[in-house]
């Protein structure tokens, strides 16, 4: 590619604010000094202090302005483009939410504020907790964790309290061989060792294996329902049993809650735990990588172990009072600071509120809707790219690369480099790991049959391209600020900050 | 019912129509079809009663009414920190943290398309080996505490050793987040007490040992005293135990750097750097480490490379730390960071800039110092210790705290934290916090309204 070919953001070498750094530029202006200005070395004694500035930028406010609109174009957001980015649960975030998280009331609420003067903040999380324990069927909720994986961490806890309170040492966690990479982490984190179980051809869990793995050294099996391959597991039940029988936990990894808010109950499935992901099924932005929480659910043999502080309600002359209960022997502790990440409360109650029981179950629906009509449009595409289960989806599927890195010589990789060509992110690729070459496909229920038409369209061209020319889809992409970038020397010798020398 | 929207929400656009077409498509006769794997009697005849189905302009006003009802910094003239502080967040953070191209999109799997996110974990791991003085920084995790506890499995994988010495002066929910976790992997927490507001310079000593794997400290402390931390860290090197500071990053403007002073890992809370009180959260939590370490941080690392032609650009690196490759060899189980949040911090740190931070900072000092002294006059309070301080101290009253606290709230004050829960030993004491938003004139009235109130107090 011949320099003229470069889009205008390519031709921009990128520089960092450092490199913007001039001394003697600012933008802060510090208030004047109104106490008596006594020499600071009589506050903090010079051996204590440090003697070179860190070297921060020194930038005026236009600049700092021009900077970071300018490379926050070298982003593909949710905003510009069909995101089918499988288990992110990649939704429209409403904007009435960030306005509501910005009021004074919850901005500026200190999170040491006695609850007595924090009761509107307690009241929401309280609706919150209750909304989210209808959804689960499950009566206790606990907002604490701030992601899905620290929801995992503190359900492995529990997990862990609960069995140690009976005297019952366990030593084994199961987790599918389709779980999340997160599940196995976590297990290791809590004092677990992982024990993986095995997919059936239909793609739930082998039972036969389970039941060769379910003993009494197995504290908990972790799953995910629908599963990473976006089905779900008609013999759940069973497997409750199963798990149950050897007394061992449930644990619900809810990255895929948005195929059935209101449709089915994971603690009527016969979980005893859930974790729930804000930033996904009730769309807290995601924010290029955080903030998100990852409240749980459980049910009453878990409660007396939940993290502390734990919400309460009572009734005083007629109204209800919220207040923060530290006083639970059973307790596993905390997982972080204060009472969790309420601002994303805020925005999942607001979403709540907007939808209700019947406008989450249209979600739902309409979810599970999108995702079949598109696995549909792309079983047109050709052999090369088939589903890798022929059969309902549930909110999300998986398509197998496989025969077209056989047939055509274009690996799910260049597909998926090829699509940011056409202005749409690429699905999750390479997860799960079970299916060869794996694209992850979640439409969400926010995008329009037009773009999932779009979506199909844009997949039968890649195809037809790599025909034509798979060297060209190799290369790809073209039109991005950057092209393939070269992530093997980055890892053999990481540059991790900015070099001032 | 406002919910009657056809099949739909407002944020959904699939029309009744587009719906008959698809369920064709795909050989359904109605919406159940497609939830027929779920076995029947899982299948719930209604959705749960959670209500909904509000218009826009309701939303607002219900939240709004809830908003209302708490007592926020904008209400009351607030001296509350323990942990978390009310700096002001200047605008131009809003501005860029509100945008869609930073709001929106999800971790750069795809780099060429996530440069902008990349470039400012880059830019902000920067801005952390700059304040700590250790070389490698990760993009960020949950919060101060859960860092702390994350740096203390770091220890653990580092040389597998069974105990974590934590000092007394950490804020209590990171010692309490760092008991949960070590519970799971199996080490215990010894606890260091204080003398005169900073740790026991020799119990500390006798704590540490050859099963110690990481020495806890916070700089400064949950009382606001600023520690002298190199015989801590002398005593905890004579065992190769890890140490790990807890430090505010503001105050890192002025004191001796992790780095500087030895230390292994340096942690803490960022909401100080641009981030709001958000009732406690999202915030982020930020971790620091020597270079030695770097294959076993937690969470994202963005690292510079070039693309095939050439150019600059970032990606997420050293991934085969992480859960998703390593799965249950992994050095944690947290896949994503903070990164709006540490955007907000980096941003606050480009306006606030080399020489800013350090005004701002000196500010800061001064008029906690001032404050302290005005106090101290109080008839009826006294200082909990007389250590240097930055932004925070410690003062004991000599009548009960919560009516004091309420004589104050009812006249627009919150004078601090209450100490009780967490560090009985002090009896009635209170933990004031001065940021720049609190002037001379702010001190002077709560040390008027707190003399008043103790009086009112010991007439009672």
Known sequence: ?501 | MSHARGSGTRYTSVTDDDRRDMLEAVGASGILDLFEDIPAELLLDAPPEIEGGLSEHEVYERIRALAERNVSAEDEMSFLGAGMYDHYVPAIVDAIIGRSEFLTPYTPYQPEVSQGGLQVMFEYQTAITELTGLPVSNASLYDGPSAVAAAGYLARLVNGRPEVVSSRGVHPHSRATLVTQSHGYGSSVIEVPLVDGVTDPEAFATAVGPSTSAVVVQQPNFLGAIEDLEPLISAAREHDALVIVSCDPLALALLRTPGELGADVAVGEGQALGNRLDYGGPSFGFIASRQEHIRRMPGRIAGETVDRDGRRGWVLTLQTREQHIRREKATSNICTAQVLNALAGMVYLAWLGRRGIVDLAELIVRRADYARQTLAAVDGVRTIHEQPIFREFAIGLDVPVGPVVDRLARRGVNPGYRLGRDYPEFGEALLVAITERRSKQDIDRLAAELGAAIAAEVAA
């Open chain 1, 1 to 501: 590619m011949s320099a003229a070919d470069r889009t205008a953001q390519q031709r921009e070498r990128a520089t960092t604010i450092y490199e913007r750094s001039k001394p003697g530029r600012r933008a802060f202006a510090a208030p004047a000094l109104d106490v008596p200005e006594r020499p600071l070395d009589d506050l903090i004694p010079p051996g204590l202090r440090r003697h070179v500035s860190a070297r921060l930028p020194e930038i005026a406010e236009p600049e700092i302005a021009r900077h970071y609109n300018r490379i926050s174009r070298r982003n593909f957001d949710l905003d510009s483009g069909f995101y089918p980015l499988g288990s992110c649960t990649m939704k429209h975030n409403p904007r009435l939410h960030e306005r509501l998280a910005a009021l004074p009331g919850n901005a500026r609420l200190h999170p040491a504020q006695d609850p007595s003067r924090a009761q509107g903040a307690l009241e929401l999380m309280w609706h919150l907790s209750e909304a989210l324990g209808a959804l689960a069927g499950l009566p206790h909720v606990c907002l604490q964790p701030s992601a899905g994986s620290h929801g995992e961490l503190a359900g492995v806890l529990l997990t862990r309290a609960y069995h140690t309170d009976r005297g019952d040492r366990r030593t084994k966690v199961l987790a599918p061989d389709t779980a999340h990479g997160t599940n196995p982490a976590t297990v290791t984190m809590a004092g677990y060792e992982v024990v993986s179980v095995g997919t059936d051809a239909n793609g739930g869990v082998d039972l036969d294996d389970l039941r060769a793995k379910a003993t009494d050294e197995v504290a908990c099996l972790m799953l995910t329902n629908p599963n990473t391959l976006g089905l779900f597991d008609s013999n759940i039940r069973e497997i409750a049993g199963i798990v149950h029988d050897v007394g061992a936990t449930l644990y619900y990894d809810g990255a895929n809650l948005n195929a059935i808010m209101g449709i089915s109950r994971p603690g009527d499935m016969g979980f005893d735990i859930v974790h729930f992901n804000l930033h996904k099924s009730f769309t807290q932005p995601h924010g290029g990588g955080g903030p998100g929480a990852g409240p749980i659910a459980v049910s009453e043999r878990i409660a007396p172990y939940l993290p502390v502080p734990v919400l309460t309600r009572r009734e005083q002359g007629g109204e209800a009072v919220f207040d923060l209960d530290y006083d639970r022997p059973k307790s596993i502790g905390r997982l972080r600071g204060f009472q969790g990440n309420y601002g994303v409360f805020v925005r999942s109650y607001a979403y709540i509120l907007s939808l209700g029981g019947q406008g989450l179950r249209a979600a739902s629906e309409t979810a599970v809707l999108n995702a079949n009509y598109l696995m549909a449009r792309l079983r047109e595409v050709g052999e090369h790219l088939p589903a890798a289960f022929a059969r309902r989806c549930m909110h999300e599927f998986v398509l197998s690369g496989g025969p077209m890195k056989e047939a055509l010589g274009v690996r799910t990789t260049d597909l998926a480099k090829r699509l940011l060509d056409y202005g749409v992110h690429p699905p999750t690729v390479y997860f799960p790991l079970l299916v060869e070459e794996a694209l992850l496909v979640e439409p969400t229920e926010t995008e329009t049959r037009e773009t999932l038409d779009m979506f199909a369209d844009a997949i039968a061209e890649i195809l037809q391209e790599a025909e034509r020319d798979p060297q060209m889809v190799r290369d790809a992409p073209f039109t991005t600020p950057v092209r393939r970038l070269d992530e093997a020397t980055a890892s053999r010798n990481p540059v991790v900050r900015y070099d001032f020398e």
